[in-house]
């Protein structure tokens, strides 16, 4: 029976995440490229140009969402408003909508130098750009970028070409091609192969990350065709044009344009200077010949980003979050956290490393965020870690893992009580009363929730106040407060205050709970609510 108990209660956390994952991660917003083109009359959805009264091209909106919302912050994705000039070029970022701790959001916001940093960023080549994080907001910060990014790297399907490189299209080129491969680590790449399976070259297109770039009328699709290394050019073709008929069959009739190419290397194209060489459009279709120039010349910049290692960023952040994790084990597991000088070290290092360098506490703003948009295994697998522990630890063995040895405001209480203050006596009744608060505001959380309310969980719990530069008022008062209660009251915080501490014991392994009770019976009308909600 004590064993189906809390099989039962796993199956209630677990069930009212995966309710939660239901929802859509960010509400669905339409476009308003007012402010970015005041002038702006006409938008189209599908090449997200702005245009005026006149139909002249002002530039792009895009907005990151829900392209990019598999990549999260802290807690959440966060939707971008990307504004762009004529050229494709990143002239403006704005935060539309964010389903990130919104205490972090801010800190973003209030800082326009990490904003400002992307831009010149490009439609089609964004590359990959070294930014400085928010100091506080770190993971935020570096969701922020990749979902820039990712969004001006351009669509993975076209809807002007659609067709995808054909074996024909390589005749001319390389005779002795016989067939396609896509290519393991290089995408939207195409490996050609001869009749023994030999690589002989490598085929790329300019769409459909390109087909922004018009000409006189319309975008071209031109197919570039590498050496097996895919570092220089063999030569050029042209697939299908939407541009004006008479202006794309000059191009097509001046056997020299394409071939100005051959024999260059990638790079040279990537740092070629059209005026300084001297090389100019051709005679009576110049915008036809200068936006197909631009697009072979940024396509070839997308795929030498790309196939670039990118630079290798020690994984301090997620290595700390494992030491400390399996530090509380040895300590939750072992007759060390018996010994004072070495308990002492440990919560002075957890203090250090997870509150005031790291920040990244446990809270409801962390675990329903993740509930909410799912785990961000590629960033923060270390904290992952530290989560599951927390949560199976008590569970499995009823050792409280994380209030005991890894949090850092729990540790700043037990060291008040060394302090020469004669505590408060907290009568019975009251102190069973009090108990039940974060309980009492784990339910009011979850509840308001499924119920649709808009809630700043970080202002709920104090952990978010030991990122005190991106804290907001709300939770650096819970935390000043309930430190200061902590002098008269002994760990007053965690018994009065602490609705993550209450999932933790409800999750946990004792004799004392074992049996089916009132906060299980809750915990059930709250999976009910939660799944008629």
Known sequence: MPFLVRI????????????????SPLPTTAIDYSQAFPSGTAYDTESHEVRNADNKLLGYYLTTSPQTDHLRGYSGPTNLGLTLDPTGKLIDVKILASADTADHVEDIISDPNFLNAHLGLTLGSPGNPQTDAVSGSTLTSHAITRSI?????????????PTKILLAELGEILPAAKSLGTHPDWTGVMTVLDEKKNIIGQALRTAPSLEYLHGYQGPTDTLIILDPNGDTIIGLRFRKSYDNEDYYERILDDDDYLKLYNGKSVQEIIDLDYAKAGIEGVSGATMTSWAIAKSVKRRLAHFDSRRQPVPFEFPWRNLLLIILTF?????????????????????????????????????QALFIGWAKHGLPLADSYGLILLAAAALLVPWASGLQLYCHHLCPHGFLQQWFI???????????????????LPSLLLVIIVACLFLG???????????????????????IVIAILGLLASLFIPLAYCKYGCPTGALFRFLRKTSATDKFSFRDLIAGLLLILATFS
Do not use: M
Not at 9 to 20: D, N, S, T
Not at 420 to 436: G, W
């Open 8 to 23: 039962y209660r796993l199956a209630v956390i677990f069930l009212i995440a995966w309710l939660l994952h239901q929802e």
């Open 418 to 436: 060394k302090f020469p203050i004669k505590p408060l006596k907290i009568p019975p009744t009251l102190h069973k009363l009090l108990s039940n």
């Open 453 to 475: 309310a808009s809630l700043n969980l970080a202002d709920f719990e104090a952990f978010d106040a030991w990122l005190w530069r991106s804290a907001g008022i709300a939770t």
């Open 149 to 161: 990014i990712e969004r001006l790297g351009g669509e993975t399907t076209s809807r002007l070409f």
């Open 327 to 363: 530090g509380a084990i040895v300590f939750s597991f072992t007759k060390l956290r018996g010994r004072p000088f070495l308990r002492l070290s440990w919560q002075l290092f957890v203090i250090i490393t997870l509150g005031f360098i790291l920040g990244d506490l446990l809270s």
